[in-house]
């Protein structure tokens, strides 16, 4: 595995009108990131940094070199990311149908760093809204939106990596998406589903 890892229209929030309810948004959160954790055993040490480590420089030099931001909650970056860009429904359940095809591809055995699950989350949803908007969600925007705790350079990676792991299939059909969303034990209209209908 690497290790970088659509309807014109407004934007609307994944809050309590767009999603049917404040308890189904925050649902849809919630199994968003179960789906991540559960997607592949990580480990809790730090993602390699490519500048010398702080074990290699004497320690009166330590307060001068750059630490990664800490990364918060996968919940609480999922929400963050998600309500900053004001992502539709079933562009977030796209995302998650992605990561369930990651799923099928990777080898039980599969492990990454803390850091995986969010990187898996930032690609997969980048991926899902380009294929359903005509003026999708811009890296920098993500960048922003995520805390600027990923670089530009490696969110290009991450969604690089993603679609070739995925084979380059994208395609999600509307009652995929309400499927998708039954099986999570939530219920998407018609309308809401058909809002990323090509």
């Known amino acids: 595995m690497s290790t970088a ?3 014109p229209g407004p934007r609307v929030d994944l809050g309590p009108t767009a999603a049917g309810g404040t308890s189904q948004s925050s649902q849809l ?7 991540l954790k559960s997607l592949m055993r990580t480990s809790d040490r730090a993602p390699q940094q490519h500048a010398v480590g702080v074990s ?10 750059l630490q990664p931001p800490l990364l918060p909650a996968i919940e ?3 929400c963050s990311v998600t309500a900053s860009l004001k992502i539709k ?10 990561v369930e095809r990651l799923r099928k591809q990777l080898p039980k055995s599969a492990t990454g760093s803390a850091d995986t699950p969010y990187r ?22 993500l960048v922003a939106a995520a805390g600027a ?6 969110i290009a990676a991450m969604e690089r990596a993603l679609l070739k792991l995925l084979r380059f299939n994208l395609y999600v ?18 309308h809401t589903a058909a809002v990323c209908a090509p």
């Not at 429904?89 to 992605?98: H, K, Q």
């Open 56 to 65: 290699s420089l004497r320690s009166n030099f330590a307060h001068i070199i």
């Open 173 to 190: 059909s509307a009652d995929e998406i309400r499927t998708h969303a039954q099986r999570l034990g939530m219920c998407i209209d018609e």
């Open 29 to 35: 959160m919630r199994t968003t990131a179960r789906s």
């Open 76 to 78: 609480s970056f999922i």
């Open 5 to 7: 890892l659509a309807t």
């Open 149 to 154: 705790v990923f670089s530009k350079r490696e």
């Open 89 to 98: 429904v079933g562009v977030l359940v796209t995302a998650l149908i992605y």
């Open 120 to 141: 898996i989350f930032l690609a997969s949803l980048l991926l899902a809204d380009k294929f359903w908007s005509d003026h999708s969600v811009q890296i920098k925007s």
